[in-house]
């Protein structure tokens, strides 16, 4: 069983200052060694997260809400975005909003109806522009040859790990640039403020330069002036994999009994 030192991984967040810039299209991603834990956080605000790697506490379910054949297209085309307004207020850092921008390169504007989501991702957290709360469900330089990105909001759910209302977001047979294999992957906004990442498939046929999140970005980030307020998941690692499910919340990962703290 993990141990949980709530204020060591808050004062690890804080004391990272560091601001990514844009590499551009098609440029190749530096990978990073190593991989993340399976559960991670608090940032500067509170968030945490859990994958379902993780053997005790409160782990996310994998169960891909395909809205494929039910959802609405949006025919967003490379390096494109377009809003979309959900019927709930999602509360993200603080601030309840029903827009999100969706970008054709795996994430998510929240709050904002301009702004774009860049080709190349950046790496590491946090960035300063997009100058907007990102949710980066697999922000890699995305290809629209193939596939669409949907969307779908429900009351109640159909995910297990959502209470009451959620909108999902699924990139569904998307290319990597320049038009290399393709991935599906979706997150899931419920209305309480929880966050699910889904991964079907994100093996490109490349795994030196596209596999698996090795030129992806995953986590959550407020505004780039709260720059305390951000946890990534994985920063151009390959450590996403077929199957596996990401949870984004503010409430416990890992329930009191289970919890243990080192007191020196």
């Known amino acids: 069983m993990r ?5 060591v991984a808050l004062s690890l967040v804080l004391a990272v ?5 844009d590499p551009g299209k098609g440029e190749p991603s530096v990978p990073n060694p190593g991989a ?3 559960t991670g956080g608090p940032d500067g605000f509170g968030y945490q997260f859990i994958d379902n790697n993780e053997t005790t506490g409160l782990p996310p379910t994998y169960s891909l809400v395909d809205i494929s054949t039910t959802g609405t297209a949006l025919g967003i085309g490379d390096d494109e975005e377009t809003n979309v307004t ?3 207020a999602f509360p993200f850092y603080g601030v309840g909003t029903n827009m999100i921008r969706v970008g054709n390169n795996g ?17 590491p957290q946090p960035v300063t522009s997009p100058d907007a709360p990102l949710i ?23 995910h297990p790990d959502c209470d009451s209302q959620c909108a999902v977001f699924e990139w569904y047979d998307r290319p990597h640039y320049s038009n290399t294999g393709s ?7 419920c209305d309480n403020g929880d966050i699910l990442f889904q991964y079907a498939d994100v093996v490109f046929g490349d795994p030196a330069n596209m596999d698996n999140g090795v030129s992806a970005t995953v986590g959550i980030e407020d505004e780039g002036q709260n720059a305390a307020y951000f946890l990534p998941y ?21 329930p009191v009994e289970l919890q243990s703290f080192n007191i020196d």
């Open 3 to 7: 141990k949980v030192c709530l204020f």
């Open 17 to 21: 200052p560091s601001f990514a810039e």
């Open 36 to 38: 993340p834990e399976a």
């Open 86 to 88: 959900l019927p709930f």
């Open 107 to 123: 994430g998510l504007l929240v709050g904002v109806t301009t702004g774009d989501l860049w080709a190349g991702n950046t790496c």
């Open 136 to 158: 980066m469900a697999f922000w890699d330089d995305m290809d629209d040859e193939t596939g669409n990105v949907y969307w779908q909001a429900f009351n109640p759910c159909p």
């Open 183 to 189: 991935a599906t992957f979706e997150a899931i906004l």
């Open 234 to 254: 994985s920063c151009n690692q390959a450590v996403i994999t077929d199957g596996l499910a990401i949870k984004y919340t503010l409430g416990p990962i890992i």
